[in-house]
Nanobody, 128 residues
């Protein structure tokens, strides 16, 4: 099962960008899914950004993006979006969305091993 992440591009520092994640041919397990965004910069390990629980819409973010990034879901379109504001060069990375297919407890949402389905990634480049 493949997710599709889209919306990446080249922006300047201070700009905003919105990424989208969908699951063509498959709806998110809307009853209990947890969907997350990760990113990986060149030469660095994959980093958790944030996650959203489909039921209730509760979100959790890493400290590095808290207050600048926001995750939301559109139940009608089975899509999850990542709104990124006040982008900085250090936000440059390939961004991935991932679906656990189940509800995760808060202490597990940042663990990439909990996510069974992944998108191909979309590149975000922030110039200074």
């Amino acid at each position: 099962v493949q997710l599709q992440a889209s919306g990446g591009g080249l922006v300047q520092a201070g700009d905003s960008l919105r990424l989208s994640c969908s699951a063509p041919g498959r709806a998110f397990n809307s009853a209990s899914d947890t969907v997350a965004w990760f990113r990986q910069a060149p030469g660095k390990e994959r980093e958790f950004i944030g996650a959203i629980r489909w039921t209730g819409g509760g979100t959790h973010y890493s400290d590095s993006v808290k207050g600048r990034f926001a995750i939301s879901r559109d139940s009608a379109k089975t899509m999850v979006t990542l709104q990124m504001n006040s982008l900085a060069p250090e936000d440059t990375a390939v961004y991935y969305c991932a679906s656990a297919g189940r509800r995760l407890i808060l202490s597990s949402v940042a663990d990439a091993r909990q996510y069974a389905y992944w998108g191909q990634g979309t590149l975000v480049t922030v110039s200074s």
